[in-house]
């Protein structure tokens, strides 16, 4: 069992929909980070949360530290929103990231 | 804003040649990753570093040396490439105090093929 899963792994979506990405951990963390990863590799840092929620312009990330479990939602999805979203954890005490696999969304016009 | 620049996007390279992945960052962050990401595998750490002339090893070492002798640069030796290290290598770096992570920035990513 990995110790960061994701799901849905793939996920297509119409234009103007709201989207949840999830990610289930089972490790202790220090803090749960949420990347996207375009077409051609680069990797940029959403958000790092250890509690809470936060928001970024329209999207959203929640976390709860007790059931270990954290959501990525979406609002008003458009186009440009399609790509990899991948959730990692780093872990007490440590800053090495446990990645999940990743999953790829697809938001049509 | 933290720039990680990896020295090339492209590479390719021909079985048993020696290759240098570079990165360098430039925000004087103490953590440097190296990472490669295969489909179906995911992001898997190949080796870090804590500071300059530090390196521990990560989940898949094997084949793989690294180098910082200064601290906004670290680079990913393959020693004799293999075409089983055909894969994206990202490089990333970190600010980490105690037991506060204040977050990741990744580089571009380089696409390295080995034939």
């Known amino acids: 069992k990995n110790e960061v899963e994701q799901s849905p792994q793939n996920l297509t979506a119409q234009e103007g929909e709201f989207i949840t990405i999830n990610c289930s951990y089972s490790v202790g963390i220090s803090a749960l980070h949420w990347l996207q990863q375009h077409p051609g590799g680069g990797i940029v840092s959403l958000f790092m949360l250890s509690s809470g929620k936060k928001k970024h312009g329209r999207l959203i990330a929640t976390i709860n530290i007790q059931e270990k479990h954290s959501s990525l939602h979406i609002t008003a999805s458009h186009p440009r929103d399609s790509a990899v979203y991948i959730c990692a954890v780093s872990e007490t005490s440590g800053s090495r990231l446990t990645f999940g696999e990743g999953t790829q969304l697809t938001v049509n016009p | 804003d933290v720039k990680v620049t990896q020295s090339s996007r492209y590479l390719v390279k021909r079985t048993g040649e020696k290759v240098f992945l570079e990165c360098v960052q430039d925000m004087d962050h103490e953590n440097m990753f190296w990472y490669r990401q295969d489909p179906g595998l995911g992001l898997r750490l190949i080796y870090f570093?804590?500071?300059?002339?530090?390196?521990e090893k990560g989940d898949i070492p094997e084949g793989y040396s690294v180098s910082r002798e200064k601290k906004e640069r670290f680079s990913l030796i393959l020693e004799s490439a293999s075409t089983n290290q055909t894969s994206m290598y990202l490089c990333?770096?970190?600010?980490?105090?105690?037991?506060?992570?204040?977050?990741?920035?990744f580089g571009s990513g380089t696409r390295l093929t080995v034939v």
């Open positions: 990333a770096s970190s600010f980490f105090s105690g037991t506060a992570n204040y977050g990741y920035t």
């Open positions: 570093s804590y500071d300059v002339k530090m390196k």
